[in-house]
């Protein structure tokens, strides 16, 4: 899965120089150039990014101010060519602090930084009974028993619950790791259901909720056993 990035700079080289970096870097996905601090605001009110690579000296307003005005910001990557600036950036818990001009192999440090950071984002609390998602630009607390399903969509998964349906970018791999295995079962590739909200099988069909979802031929045997076991009662 590939983690989305913007860059926040007013110098076109220094763009055009991170761009090139991302570019060669398979598990990120460059989305957007900002010049300013303004327009990164904007954009990251309808953007949902992991990584944002932020230049500090800005005009009207620098990386450091955007960086305590946004309510829910990504992971931030501070660039600049002021090293006295490093201390006010790590204040705010920027993963890393990159002084131009900088190596491709100091930036790739830096983003494998984000990426263990990103690692932890879902998270259960002590009681185990809930995570947390990002979800338009906010993070998002969701019941584990309000889970119906969840369905992949390519980098991107729906988590179907009682009474919402949200997207977030993180793998269904990554999401059945998360939840309790107890709860929940794969029923196709593209499928993780909640075992306490399926009403019934028919065939290669499941139905969760108020949907119909198809069974993996070769999962079949290992759901029907899962969650029929030895109750079904048959006549004598």
């Known amino acids: 899965m590939k983690m989305r990035c913007i860059i926040v700079d007013d110098e076109p080289l220094a763009r ?19 010049s300013s601090a303004f327009e990164a605001m904007e954009f990251l009110k309808q953007n949902v990014v992991e990584i944002m690579f932020l230049d500090i000296q800005m005009p009207d307003m620098t990386g450091i101010e955007l960086m305590k005005a946004l309510p829910d910001s990504p992971q931030v990557i501070f660039t600049t060519a002021h090293r006295e600036f490093a201390l006010d950036g790590f204040d705010l818990d920027a993963v890393d602090f990159l002084l131009k001009p900088f190596s491709y192999s100091r930036f790739l440090k830096a983003v494998n930084k984000a990426v263990i950071v990103e690692d932890k984002t879902i998270e259960k609390n002590t009681s185990k009974n809930h995570i947390f998602i990002k979800c338009d630009g906010m993070i998002i607390k969701v019941i584990i028993d309000d889970i119906i399903f969840v369905e992949t969509a390519k980098d991107y ?37 909640g075992l306490k909200h399926i009403k019934k099988l028919e065939g290669n069909l499941i139905y969760v909720g108020n949907h119909k979802i198809k069974i993996s031929k070769t999962l079949r045997n290992q759901v029907y056993q899962t969650i029929i076991g030895n109750k079904l009662i048959e006549r004598l």
């Open 16 to 34: 055009k120089g991170l761009e090139d970096f991302i570019g060669q870097t398979p598990f990120l996905e460059h989305v957007k150039s900002l």
């Open 157 to 193: 998964v729906f988590i179907h619950t009682v009474n919402d349906k949200y997207l977030t970018l993180v793998s269904l791999k990554h999401l059945e790791e998360e939840l309790p295995k107890e709860k929940f079962i794969r029923v196709h590739r593209y499928y993780l259901v």
